[in-house]
Nanobody, 123 residues
Framework: VQLQASGGGLVQAGGSLRLSCAASGFPFDDYAIGWFRQAPGKEREGVSC????????VYTSSVKGRFTISSDNAKNTVYLQMNNLTPEDTAVYYCAADPQLLRLWVLSEGHYWGQGTEVTVSS
């Protein structure tokens, strides 16, 4: 099983990045995939999740209207398009997978977790 997160980097405030989470080793279509982030000195928080089976999505309030999560089931990949980035978005971003979207989102309990990709937004 593998969740490979990529796409992080350094960007100026107002800029954009697209994160990718490539999955393998489990039935992607039956899982929810989520993005979580952890900033220095802060607890991990959920950013967004998507159900690969029906496309349902959830977002934390601070990213609504700026971030968009999407899934390409043919590529077993979930994307997080991040626009209008602010320094408060600076964090290590992780992707995770679980058969149940609510468990993943509400409890942050994922069957599988990937390594992080670092996002730094300069002011």
């Amino acid at each position: 099983v593998q969740l490979q997160a990529s796409g992080g980097g350094l960007v100026q405030a107002g800029g954009s990045l697209r994160l990718s989470c490539a999955a393998s080793g489990f039935p992607f279509d039956d899982y929810a995939i989520g993005w979580f982030r952890q900033a220095p000195g802060k607890e991990r928080e959920g950013v967004s999740c998507i159900s690969s089976s029906d496309g349902s999505t959830v977002y934390t309030s601070s990213v609504k209207g700026r971030f968009t999560i999407s899934s390409d089931n043919a590529k077993n990949t979930v994307y997080l398009q991040m626009n209008n980035l602010t320094p408060e978005d600076t964090a290590v971003y992780y992707c995770a997978a679980d058969p149940q979207l609510l468990r993943l989102w509400v409890l942050s309990e994922g069957h599988y977790w990937g390594q992080g990709t670092e996002v730094t937004v300069s002011s």
